[in-house]
Each structure stands twice: as C-alpha cells, then as structure tokens.
C-alpha cells in the first residue's frame, strides 16, 4: 500500500505484532511508538518461521490496528545475510571425463522458506519432480541419483543434498588435456530486462549467494592455467569469483 494514500480495501491480510521487552531483538522487531517494540510475524504462512516476514511483506506498509494508539508502520526489510544460499560442491574428475560429485545445499529465511514450500504443499513424487526440474537446467548432463532434504523450522534453515554423476562431464583432448565446467552447479540467474527508460524501478529481493566447488583432478593432471580473480561492487549488490 501507499502511506499518502491509506484505504480499507488495501488492507487484505492480516500479521501479527506481539509487543516485547527492550532487551528482546531480532530482524522483525520494529518500533510502534507508543505502544513500544513489537514482533512480525505471519501466522498465515505455515513455511515461513516466527522472526521473519515473507518476501512480498518485507518493506511494505501495514495498519498497525491498537485503537487510538493505532498507526501505519514501514515493515522492516531483512537483511541480504539473513537470506542466504550457501552451495558446497566436491567432485571427482576421471581422466576420461566422468564425473562424481556430492552437492550441499543450506538455505536460510526467505530462500529456505521456498524450498520448505514445496515440499509442504506436494506429495513426495510431485516434490522429487520439481527438484529434479529445477536442477536439470542448472547441472548440465549431471543425473542425480540421490536426493535428501531435512528442515530446520525453528532455525529457518533448509539442507538438501544431493549425489551426482555424469559418463562425460569433461571432454578428453587425445589424452593429453581435460577440458570441463569448473563451475558443475549452476546458480538460479535472473533475467533482467534491458531498456532506455523505466516507469518503475527494478525491486531486488535482499539475499546472499555463495559457492565453493572443489574438485579432484586425475593422476597426472595439473592446472594448466587459472582464469583471472574478479570482483564488482555496485550501490545495490556485489560479485566476486576466484580460482
């Protein structure tokens, strides 16, 4: 909703503030003056754990309904540490180019909060579908033959790991050289569009991704050459890689 313009017909869903002690904090505490400190949370959203807001609540505007003392509160906007995708890749590198790797995924507030989801609202085929669906694109000629998830609810943290292989990972030059994707697990990129003049602006969700893949090489091989580090910082979000 817009602050300048407050409507009952804006006001479609309902959260709920608990007031707190001054020594009680955490990424949904806001101040309501006079009533004090209070906690968000979502009572609708059976995913997402008490201490956090769904992503579409997060910097919007709500009623904070307590009679005259009532008012019209900014809700606060989590941190990008507080939604975070941690990928930990191990592999192991033929000289033939087949590959093995183990892949663990953690995931914390909003972004465990999504993977939580669909495993809560689908049976277990459908869920290992989707999984499947969504790592096809992102581990090209990878099959995965394991998958296993386990929910922190409590500590909003979501763990999936996963085994995979691959007959011809990397492909063999006469023997002598082992050429491959160093990268193996490809992150979710989002496609921005590209034009002169906006009407609107473009509204990031505030998250942290990383990854460390380590992979074994075959006896006899070395690293012929090491691409160079990059790293790029911009108001709104940082990037950084490094062999």
Not at 67 to 76: D, S, V
Not at 189 to 202: G, K, M, S, Y
């Amino acid at each position: 909703m817009r602050e300048v313009w407050p409507s009952p017909s804006q006001f479609n869903h309902m959260i709920i503030a608990v007031r707190i002690s001054n020594q009680t904090g955490g990424p949904t505490v806001v101040e309501a003056r006079p009533l004090g400190r209070v906690l968000l949370f979502d009572p609708t959203s059976e995913t997402t754990p008490m201490g956090d807001l769904p992503w579409r609540e997060q910097g919007s505007f709500a009623l904070l309904m307590a009679g005259e003392q009532g008012n019209i509160l900014k809700m606060p906007s989590i941190a990008p540490e507080a939604n975070s995708m941690d990928v930990t890749v191990n592999a192991d590198l033929t000289d033939g180019g087949a590959l093995k790797a183990t892949c663990v995924l953690v995931l914390h507030g909003q972004e465990a909060d999504e993977a939580r989801a669909q495993k809560f609202y689908q049976d277990a085929e459908a869920y290992r579908r989707h999984v499947l669906g969504f790592f096809s694109g992102r581990a090209s000629g990878l099959a995965l033959s394991r998958i296993d998830s386990y929910d922190r609810f409590n500590q909003n943290e979501f763990r999936m790991n996963l085994t995979a292989d691959s007959a011809a990972y990397g492909q063999s030059m006469q023997g002598r050289l082992l050429v491959f994707n160093p990268s193996i697990l490809q992150p979710d990129r989002q496609v921005l569009p590209v034009n002169e003049t906006r009407a609107q602006p473009i509204v990031l969700r505030a998250e942290t991704y990383r990854k460390h893949v380590r992979i074994k090489l075959p006896a006899g091989f070395t690293v012929d050459e090491l691409p160079q580090a990059v790293k790029e910082q911009a108001d709104w979000g940082e990037f950084s890689l490094r062999f």
